[in-house]
């Protein structure tokens, strides 16, 4: 059987990891700037998160959600103390899109009402919902498009007050920082006045995370910097460190009844103990502290770089827009100097790096870049 060929290959297969480093199979070193996808959070291989799901597949790797499940009450007590919501409720599942799937499904029950309304060149994720709020109709079949989603310009007020005024809409859902767009930040005035928009007109605040959040922006979600709070809150990716989990917190004003959501295999025992492990590891290692810290550093260094259009972003979520003429640069980091990065179209590098990098690594980046772009 072959493959069915829907991604575009790197001829490189990374077969070990440890901290920001990754091996492929001839044993080279490659620096780890993209995180498999802003994936890998408190970094590869991390000795307690190696032990903590070893331990917990030695004991029990599965059991479904008929059942109680004392990992999920803990993860929930450790998630909701460190991210700053802890009077929400968590629903466990397993990616980020099924996490937006449930998070619109959610809103549509609890306010009887069918329209969403989102943000262009917004990314929300595959499924049938999620992609169907996904502002890229390259990705979207026949059967995804659907009557029942607006879109509005990122940061247009005006527009968002207007459309929600009519009082249709269960959600507006805004990514914490659009990624898939090349970094592109909802400003303080656009989500203040969504937030206002939406208590007056009996909308729900869906706030994306699963890219921006768990840290990676200096705050647990990209939004906090904000000052505001959202009703449901949608995260994956670096919340299992690799590990396929996804969640959404709820606001205590949302009721669940029997039934509602479900799924099998989402909130499984391995993929608590990983996502408890990455909390643990948080904490005592003060990764978030370091994102703001790293990422300052980054983006300081690489102001005033000839290479450089345009530098986007918070903490280690970073957008470098390209000035023409250096479209290769991101291949050029990867064959020449061995430094994984993240892309947005041909010229935006997007800096994803795991949540422990050092600055000694950051310096390694910097001098490929610099020497790149001489
Ligand atoms: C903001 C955002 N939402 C949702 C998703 C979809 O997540 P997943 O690929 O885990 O379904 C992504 C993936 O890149 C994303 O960046």
Not at 191 to 203: E, F, I, M, N, V
Not at 279 to 305: F, H, S, T, V
């Amino acid at each position: 059987m072959d493959l069915f060929k829907t991604y575009k290959l790197w001829p490189i297969e990374p077969v070990k990891g440890l901290g920001c480093k990754v091996w492929d199979k001839e044993g080279i070193e490659y620096l780890d700037l993209y995180g498999g996808h802003a994936v890998i959070s408190v970094g590869h291989c991390h000795p307690k998160y190696v032990a903590a799901l070893t331990s917990q597949a030695g004991r029990l790797g599965f059991y479904s959600n008929a059942v109680e499940n004392s990992l999920q009450v803990t993860l929930a007590d450790k998630l909701g103390r460190s991210c700053g919501y802890p009077d929400y409720q968590l629903f466990l599942c397993n990616s980020g899109a099924e996490a937006n799937e449930n998070a619109m499904k959610l809103a549509s029950f609890a306010t009887g009402r069918s329209k969403i309304l989102a943000c262009s060149k917004a990314f929300h994720g595959r499924t049938s919902g999620a992609v169907a709020v996904t502002d890229n109709p390259k990705i979207q079949s026949p059967f995804n498009k659907t009557g029942n989603v607006e879109f509005i310009a990122l940061n247009d007020t005006e527009a968002l007050e207007a459309k929600l005024s009519a009082r249709e809409f269960a959600a507006v859902i805004i990514e914490g920082i659009q990624g898939v767009a090349g970094i592109y930040e909802p400003s303080a005035d656009f989500l203040q006045a969504a937030r206002t928009a939406c208590d007056a007109t009996g909308t729900l605040l869906i706030m994306d995370e699963v890219q921006s959040g768990y840290g990676r922006t200096g705050r647990f979600y990209a939004h906090q910097q904000h000052g505001i709070k959202a009703d449901i809150i949608s995260m994956a990716k670096g919340m299992g460190n690799g590990f396929p989990i996804g969640a959404i917190i709820i606001s205590p004003a949302i009721e669940a009844s029997y039934g509602m959501l479900g799924t099998t295999f989402g909130g499984n025992h391995l993929a608590c103990a990983a996502a408890i492990a990455v909390l643990d590891i948080m904490k005592e290692e003060a990764l978030m502290d370091n994102a703001a810290k790293l990422g300052d550093y980054l983006m300081r260094k690489l102001q005033g770089n000839k290479a450089v259009k345009d530098l986007r972003g918070r903490g280690l979520m970073i957008g470098i827009e390209l000035n023409p003429g250096f479209e290769t640069l991101r291949d050029r980091l990867l064959f020449e100097k061995h430094i994984f990065t993240g892309g947005a179209g041909a010229n935006v590098i997007r800096l994803l790096p795991p949540l422990c990098i050092t600055e000694a690594q950051a310096d390694i980046f910097l001098e490929a870049f610099n020497d790149l772009t001489a």
